[in-house]
């Protein structure tokens, strides 16, 4: 489904991104973990297409197509799903509205007919209850005085809309309770489904523990540095990323 070759990529003139190999199938949650600065949000940025971010080596594929050559939106039409680190805050737009016309490029893309606000409202709803999410949520300005927890929320709230065929989850974690890496766990465990995809990216385990990946892999200076099992996230819990940093700053 989703082939990442050889990936480099700069911002700003500086090298982030120094040769990255994933391959994504359909069906599986793939963890990406490291420590700050390895690249992790820039990879995230790349697959999105958000400007800044340049790729100067290597290839993206999703579904045989070349993921690079289209823009943002396309992407989004085409089904990846970004959950943004930051979400944007876009006063005076209803939720209900801004999500209403993201699904309906995506729909139109497939070829099928727009939903017209009766009948968005009736797949909202459904899509709410799935979740067990509050009603309100899809009357307030996007993003617009959300909590942490409700800018989470709102997130997979959106995932669970658009049903992505690719879901990107850039998640700092730090200053998210419990409850909100729940909500963000038991969205992805909902969402799971044999042909939906997910890259997690995260910076501590805790989220990993409910989520339970099928692989894992520690990104570091740009590259993927070492892949696993679920097991890897407990083994770099229990010793850091020490040995793995040590390990390429030796030579
Ligand atoms: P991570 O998400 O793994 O913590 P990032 O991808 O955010 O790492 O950052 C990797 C490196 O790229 C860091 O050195 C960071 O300072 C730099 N970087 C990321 N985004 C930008 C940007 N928009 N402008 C300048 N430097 C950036
Ligand atoms: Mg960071
Ligand atoms: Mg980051």
């Known amino acids: 489904?989703?082939?990442?070759?050889?990936?480099?990529?700069?911002?700003?003139?500086?090298?982030?991104?120094?040769?990255?190999?994933?391959?994504?199938n359909p069906g599986e949650i793939h963890a990406i973990m490291g420590p700050n600065g390895a690249g992790k949000s820039t990879l995230a940025s790349v697959l999105a297409g958000r400007e800044d971010y340049e790729v100067t080596a290597g290839s993206v594929s999703l579904d045989g197509e070349d993921l690079l050559?289209?823009?943002?939106?396309?992407r989004a039409r085409k089904g990846?799903?970004?959950a943004f680190q930051y979400p944007v805050e876009i006063p005076g737009v209803s939720n209900k509205l801004f999500m209403q016309t993201a699904l309906n490029a995506i729909r139109e893309e497939q070829g099928l007919p727009a939903l017209d606000m009766f009948d968005f409202d009736e797949y909202a709803q459904a899509k709410i209850e799935l979740l067990g999410m509050r009603k309100d949520l899809m009357d307030r300005s996007v993003n617009v005085g959300f909590s942490g927890g409700e800018k989470k929320r709102n997130d997979i709230f959106q995932m669970a809309l658009l049903e992505p065929k690719l879901c990107i989850l850039?998640?700092?974690?730090?200053?998210?309770?419990i409850d909100a890496l729940k909500v963000v766990a038991n969205g992805v465990n909902t969402l799971?489904?044999?042909?939906?995809?997910?890259?997690?990216?995260?910076?501590?385990?805790?989220?990993?523990?409910y989520i339970k990946p099928d692989f894992v892999h520690v990104l570091y200076n740009g590259q993927i540095v070492k892949s696993g099992g679920f097991e890897l996230v407990h083994e770099l819990e229990k010793n850091g990323y020490d040995d793995i940093v040590q390990a390429h700053t030796a030579a």
Request: net charge negative.
């Open 1 to 24: 489904m989703l082939n990442i070759t050889n990936l480099e990529a700069q911002v700003e003139e500086k090298q982030i991104l120094k040769g990255l190999n994933l391959t994504v």
């Open 69 to 74: 050559e289209l823009s943002p939106e396309d």
């Open 80 to 82: 990846v799903f970004l």
């Open 170 to 177: 850039d998640e700092t974690d730090s200053g998210l309770d």
């Open 192 to 209: 799971r489904s044999p042909d939906r995809s997910f890259i997690v990216v995260t910076h501590y385990q805790r989220l990993l523990d």
